[in-house]
């Protein structure tokens, strides 16, 4: 049967359907591509957490929030607690290492420069030239308990330093202190001699072309202005407590790190001037003084030259980095003007030396009058004080000085009764070449650096 009837009319009616279906299907699918695509570019799907997000032993991770964020609500109403997610930050910086708690280690490694490879030593320091037959005491390092006090680096040193004038100013423990930073730094580079003046050259300067690093060193042992006992002077010291001593600071314009250095001086005796007038002595029987010590005498003359540092620097808008050497105490077994000697050949083990009495007292004072100048110059962004305090582990060293070898080859004639020995002073190389190790610590960190790198 041929006709048409409905269930024919249905089958052409859905081939039709499917016939238009197939044909305007290409042109639906170019019409919704790029919609879809437009979608997916300005707002994409998101994408599921990285398995790096999850490494082994990352379970615990610190996340400091941030100062303007709104502090995070415990829980919204009807919900569950919702902690607010803040981008990870790097720790903190550690603080500043404690140099002054440690140990002495013994260190196979040894000092990095000798009394033939360094033309800058004094005779006097000179330990091993001059015959001193033992060496154990170049084989020990200072371990601080609670950091790590790398190996000096001397090029790191002139890096740091490059086109600055760095001046090491005060007694003869601050011309000490400079001649083992000269020497540790000749390891990598000569220095020339561009200046020198004075009676015994107390005022001298070398330079680093390569870096073009200045070092000098300025005799000033008590700081502020004084009249030194002499032959032809007065049999005693003369210190104005009031007025800043200008052969070194009349140079603090040029100055870029100042190292301050004195003590020693200030036990010899001496009458103290302030405000025109004597202040009192000490030690001076016969002159009609009143007798004060030294102590607070030594805590005016800090007083005075570092509040001058400030006003000076305030006033040229110079930027000036200042430390200040505590106290070396000295080993004499004895009376130092009575033959005594240092004769120990090791370091003394932690708890078998203490710290205390005129030791403890001097290094207080300075470390206090630091304290105090970092206060009053908070304000000044050009100032950056610190205390070296280098007088504990100084104290552990009572093998360190040249003794009877502050003279050359003292036994070559048969060994004496009696013989001076130089129990203040420290053999070059020797633990003074720790001071500077320390030294460049504290560039290193107020450069940015990482102390215990």
């Known amino acids: 049967m041929g006709g048409s009837g409905p269930f024919n009319d249905q089958k052409h009616q859905q081939r039709s359907f499917l016939f238009s279906f197939w044909r305007f299907l290409p042109y639906t699918i170019y019409a919704i591509l790029p919609l879809a695509l437009f979608r997916l570019y300005f707002y994409p ?146 220095p020339t001699l561009v200046f020198r003046d004075g009676e015994d050259n107390k005022f001298r300067k070398w330079n680093f072309a390569g870096h073009n690093v200045t070092i ?44 301050l250095s004195v003590g020693h001086w200030f036990l010899h005796p001496a009458v103290y001037y302030e405000g025109g007038s004597a202040l009192g002595c000490h030690y001076c029987p016969g002159l009609n003084h009143t007798e004060i010590g030294f102590y607070d005498v030594l805590r005016k003359a800090l007083r005075t030259t570092l509040k001058a540092l400030i006003a000076r620097t305030r006033a040229s808008g110079r ?44 290094r207080k004072i300075e470390v206090e009058e630091v304290e105090a100048a970092k206060a009053d110059a908070r304000d000044f962004s050009g100032f950056r004080f610190d205390a070296l305090d280098i007088t504990k582990l100084s104290l552990m060293r009572p093998d360190g000085h040249p003794g009877p070898y502050m003279y050359p080859f003292p036994f070559a004639d048969g060994v004496k009764d009696r013989v001076q020995n130089d129990c203040v002073h420290w053999c070059l190389p020797g633990p003074i070449d720790t001071w500077n190790e320390i030294l460049l610590e504290v560039i290193k960190r107020w450069n940015g650096g990482e102390m215990n790198k």
């Not at 005594?340 to 078998?352: F, I």
Request: glycine share 8%; net charge negative.
């Open 45 to 190: 799907l998101p994408l599921p957490p990285s398995p790096t997000d999850h490494l082994p032993g990352s379970d615990r991770i610190l996340a400091t929030p941030s100062l303007s964020s709104p502090p995070p609500q415990a829980e919204e109403a009807g919900g569950d607690a919702i902690t607010e997610a803040h981008p990870l930050l790097p720790p903190p910086p550690p603080p500043p290492c404690d140099y002054t708690n440690g140990e002495w280690v013994h260190d196979k490694s040894g000092p990095l420069y000798n009394g033939t490879t360094c033309g800058t030593i004094k005779d006097g320091q000179n330990c091993i030239a001059h015959g001193r037959p033992d060496v154990e005491y170049l084989y020990w390092r200072w371990k601080p308990h609670q950091c790590y006090l790398p190996r000096f680096e001397p090029t790191k040193f002139l890096q740091l330093l490059r086109n600055k004038n760095v001046a090491f100013v005060g007694d003869s423990m601050a011309r000490n202190q400079l001649e083992s930073l000269l020497c540790m730094l000749s390891s990598v580079s000569d």
């Open 216 to 259: 000098s060193v300025y005799w000033s042992p008590f700081l502020v202005k004084g009249v030194e006992k002499s032959s032809s002077g007065p049999d005693h010291n003369e210190l104005y407590l009031d007025s800043v001593d200008e052969r070194w600071a009349g140079d603090l314009g040029s100055l870029d790190v100042v190292v």
């Open 319 to 362: 930027a000036t980095d200042v430390l200040v050497t505590t106290f070396s105490p000295s080993h004499f077994e004895g009376d130092w003007d009575k033959f005594g000697a240092c004769p120990k050949m090791k370091p003394y083990q932690e708890g078998e030396k203490r710290l205390e009495g005129m030791d403890a007292e001097m």
